[in-house]
């Protein structure tokens, strides 16, 4: 693949295989030329987990201090009291006989769904649908739960849903380059933490093997994790 000047501008100011500190790798991507738009800040954590293994696919979610900088499109799929509920915390869209049938006609713009337990069996029908695009209700992100409120407002604030892939990373925005230096290393620190602390009792050895931070155009920066600790 072929990078613009800017990119390769960049990548010229890194020192080839050098791991920096969190504070000197924000410095440097504050630095970076910046794009016509306000590039999103990634961090790509490689684990030492096999996620074949029930027990070591590393998932969850983490509520970001300073938010993700998106405005987060919220549907709860409910019907009853809750709706109210939800409405009342702030969710885009609420409802059930109305959104049904659009998803199932595959309409998806919406950033996260909300669900209540009693609604899982008519959206479980829909996982084709959701399922790849990483909509589908699940209750150990905190998406299906009697809670709505709660969830609304912890979606609204930058709650963000990390999971490793196959190749053992979790990749997890964490911030906008319009943040201060300060707020993305909050972030940045709240999931590292929530990574170490949901490591799984089985890993051997060092759990973090490398951790990489970059903005959307971006070189990618290696981080020495021992400086997030």
Not at 25 to 43: M, P, R, W, Y
Not at 126 to 155: F, H, Q, S, W, Y
Request: with cysteine; aromatic share 4%; glycine share 8%.
């Amino acid at each position: 693949m072929k990078h613009g000047k800017n990119y390769r501008n960049s990548k010229e100011a890194l020192v080839h295989d050098k791991e920096y500190s969190l504070e000197d790798a924000l410095i440097l991507v504050e630095g970076f030329n910046k794009a016509k738009f306000d590039e999103t800040v990634d961090v790509a954590v490689r684990l030492n987990v096999n996620p074949r293994h029930a027990d070591q696919n590393v998932r969850g979610t983490v509520v970001l201090p300073n938010g993700t900088g998106r405005d987060v499109r919220v549907l709860v799929i409910t019907r009853g009291p809750k709706e109210q509920e939800a409405t009342d915390a702030g969710a885009d869209m609420v409802g059930a006989d109305e959104y049904l049938p659009k998803i199932k006609d595959g309409w998806t713009d919406v950033d996260v769904i909300i669900a209540t337990p009693d609604m899982m069996g008519e959206l479980g029908r829909l996982g084709r649908i959701l399922g790849p695009r990483g909509l589908m209700p699940n209750p150990k992100v905190g998406t299906v739960t009697m809670d709505v409120a709660k969830a609304v407002k912890e979606a609204k604030a930058g709650r963000v849903e990390y999971r490793v892939d196959k190749s053992g990373i979790v990749h997890c925005p964490v911030g906008k380059r319009s943040f201060t230096k300060e707020a993305l290393g909050e972030n940045i620190q709240s999931l590292f933490k929530e990574l170490v602390r949901v490591k799984p009792s089985t890993i051997k050895g060092p759990y973090v093997k490398s951790l990489f931070l970059s903005a959307t155009m971006t070189p990618a920066i290696r981080v020495d994790s021992a400086s997030l600790s």
